[in-house]
């Protein structure tokens, strides 16, 4: 009798447990709809960024994304996240740490120069007085046979 007391304890606080996670699931379910309505106005502005912010610095990139191009989706009423973030959108926190274990640091715009590099078809302007993008790209491709060639 006691071990049957102790069965239907676990099993009620289990079928409680999965009444909480089922309300979380729908609100997850809401928010997910939600985004994919606003993937237009998000894909436009990741690919902008992967085809024309790679040759520019930071300053210029954000005045790009988020004084030119996202008040023009805006206006056009074109759906989109209020909280767009390129380092969410383009990458995963296991890639983001996958290059941090390689030596990228993990700041907006290392993680950016990270996303360029790795997903666009142009190169990224990375000015990079600390060499921390030149190690993290030698560190990267090793397994690659890279070579690295200087103007010498």
Known sequence: SNEMTRKLNAASQLINGLAGEQKRWGEEMEKIKEDKIKLVGDCLTGSAFLS???PFNSVLRQKMIFDTWKPDIVEKELPCKEDFRLETFL????????WASESLPTDELSVQNGILTTKASRWPLA??????????????EKRNQFDILNFN
């Open 52 to 54: 024309y912010c790679g």
């Open 91 to 98: 990458t995963s926190e296991v890639e983001i740490s996958q």
């Open 127 to 140: 000015i990079d007085p600390q060499m921390q993008a030149v190690t993290w790209i030698k560190e990267k």
